[in-house]
């Protein structure tokens, strides 16, 4: 018996930009487009309504912008999957969006099947955190004025890992899966599972992109 669709909401207020994302999304055996919303007040309410596996939300909207709807859908449900849509891969309102709950973000002009695998990891509860451009964001970002007031709790907060679980967290910020991870450590990826699950309630964080953004901001990673 085959797995069920995976549920996708389609955000943007540009009509083509939707219709062209649900041909996509449609066409693929595994993924069903159940709803749309032309902004983040109404991508709030249809959340709310259908309960999607993933929402792919542009950032720049009328009423209620993609950033400010993220953090209002994931404050309503801490499970929720926001994967965030953009134009430009350097754009500081994604690296907000990262830091109010998105599980990761994609270039408008992806391909279908980068579309397409991206909803599938975020999905699955991962990151999408493998396109070099993210850390490239993250970087550049982590450095705008709030950054110091945040750097100071990243840097208080990390004191409470491990050594090896502070190695774990540099590695996802790196963009590594559980399974590179394992083998760059050479432990069982049931190990690494454990350690990241210790390092987000440890330092109060809902998934691994808030993982990588606190890595950043706490200087864990050198920026470049």
Partial sequence: MSAPAIRVLIVDDQMMVREGFSVLMNAMPDIEVVGEAVNGREA????????????????????????EA???????????????????????YVYQALRAGASGFLLK????????????????????????????????????SEAPRVMAGAQSAYGELTDRETEVLVLIAEGL???????????????????VSRILVKLGLRDRTQAAVFAYEARLVTPG
């Fill in 70 to 92: 993220t953090r209002e859908i994931v404050a309503a449900d801490d499970s929720a999957k926001v994967l965030v849509l953009t134009t430009f891969d350097l754009d500081e």
């Fill in 109 to 144: 002009d992806a391909s279908a099947r980068q579309l397409a695998e991206g909803v599938r990891v975020v999905a699955a509860g991962e990151a999408l955190l493998a396109p070099s451009v993210t850390r490239r964001l993250i970087t550049e970002f982590s450095k705008l």
């Fill in 44 to 67: 709030v309410d249809r959340v709310r309504e259908l309960a999607p596996d993933v929402v792919l939300m542009d950032i720049r909207m009328p009423e209620l912008n993609g950033i």
């Fill in 177 to 195: 899966s559980n399974v590179e991870i394992a083998g760059r450590l050479v432990v069982a990826e049931s190990t690494i599972k454990t350690h």
